[in-house]
Nanobody
Framework: QLQASGGGLVQPGGSLRLSCVAS????????MGWFRQAPGKEREFVAA????????SYQDSMKGRFTISRDNAKNTVYLQMNSLKPEDTAVYYC?????????????????WGQGTEVTVSS
């Protein structure tokens, strides 16, 4: 129900734009979020956006570098990632919240995509 794409290999300082397309049933009226999991580490919150787009939150280390957005007409949520660092290397997952305003906890989310891999390396 969620299909993430846009990952790949990028040099430090580069940019990537991740996309996540959802079914209308999964997407409508729900907040959306991005999480990531680096090798050997636990999954962590990246960013979240409410159904209306009014409420947006980021993990502190991503503020100013990452931008989450959504196009409700296309059932798609995006994550624009700039100034990428090697420590951003991870599998990135999109998720649909149980609520219109998405939180930072993974327990807030009901549906998860399959993940898209991002590697930041020279």
């Amino acid at each position: 129900q969620l299909q993430a794409s846009g990952g790949g290999l990028v040099q430090p300082g580069g940019s990537l734009r991740l996309s996540c397309v959802a079914s209308r049933r999964t997407f409508s009226n729900n907040g959306m979020g991005w999480f990531r999991q680096a090798p050997g580490k636990e999954r962590e919150f990246v960013a979240a956006i409410s159904w209306t787009g009014e409420f947006i939150s980021y993990q502190d280390s991503m503020k100013g570098r990452f931008t989450i957005s959504r196009d409700n007409a296309k059932n798609t949520v995006y994550l624009q990632m700039n100034s990428l660092k090697p420590e951003d290397t991870a599998v990135y997952y999109c998720a649909a919240s149980r609520f219109a305003v998405a939180g930072r906890s993974s327990t807030d989310y009901r549906y998860w995509g399959q993940g898209t891999e991002v590697t930041v390396s020279s």
